[in-house]
């Protein structure tokens, strides 16, 4: 396992075409799902949620805003190992500040703001596409408005990469990031 490089695991459709192979790139790295993601993929490493949401949540540890301890995910944190965060928007840079995530428009940017902190030199995206008027991999619900698109677009584009190492899986994403192919991560 690498321990400087993280996956990032969001839930565009792009998941569906990796979906066999994400098991192996789980045993193989660090991985951290966002939101719901681990509802189907129950074995990644780490859980990432802003909103008061139910993930189905197996031996992750749970990373989420400390506003949560107070609300209906309270139960299910406090059931598993977990880190809590005051989470602060912030669309421009990174909080160094060891009690504090900053958060730009989509939980990922609550996820490398971690991993930065965390001391992972580089995140692999998979799944964190961005592509307008997208569906996640496992529901009919759209990801998020185009506006809000434009602005994560540009946090993971701009500010992400004075921080880390960012690398996008998916080919046909329109994230103007460096791309690695699946079999270059399953190969090391």
């Not at 309270?74 to 598993?80: F, G, M, P, Q």
């Not at 584009?157 to 190492?165: D, F, G, N, R, S």
Request: one cysteine or more; glycine letters at 4%; a negative charge.
């Amino acid at each position: 396992m690498r321990d400087d490089t993280l996956i990032l695991f969001g839930r565009s459709p792009f998941i569906n075409e990796i979906r066999d192979k994400i098991p192996l790139l789980i045993e193989k790295y660090h991985t951290m799902g966002v939101n719901y993601f681990c509802d189907t993929f129950p074995d990644v490493e780490y859980v990432i949620f802003y909103d008061d949401i139910l993930p189905k949540v197996k031996n992750s540890t749970i990373i989420t805003n400390e506003k949560n301890l107070e609300g209906e995910s309270a139960a299910l944190i406090n059931e598993h190992t977990h880190e809590t965060y005051y989470v602060k928007k912030d669309y421009w840079s990174y909080s160094t500040d060891k009690r504090i995530l900053h958060f730009c428009v989509h939980t990922p940017s609550m996820g490398l703001n971690w991993a930065y902190q965390k001391g992972f030199k580089r995140v692999i995206l998979a799944g964190i596409d961005l592509i307008p008027d997208t569906k996640h991999f496992d529901s009919e619900k759209k990801i998020f408005p185009n506006q809000s698109i434009e602005e994560a677009r540009k946090n993971l584009e701009e500010i992400a990469p004075q921080y880390l190492e960012i690398y996008q899986l998916n080919p046909d994403s329109y994230l103007k990031l460096p791309k690695i192919t699946i079999e270059e991560l399953l190969n090391g």
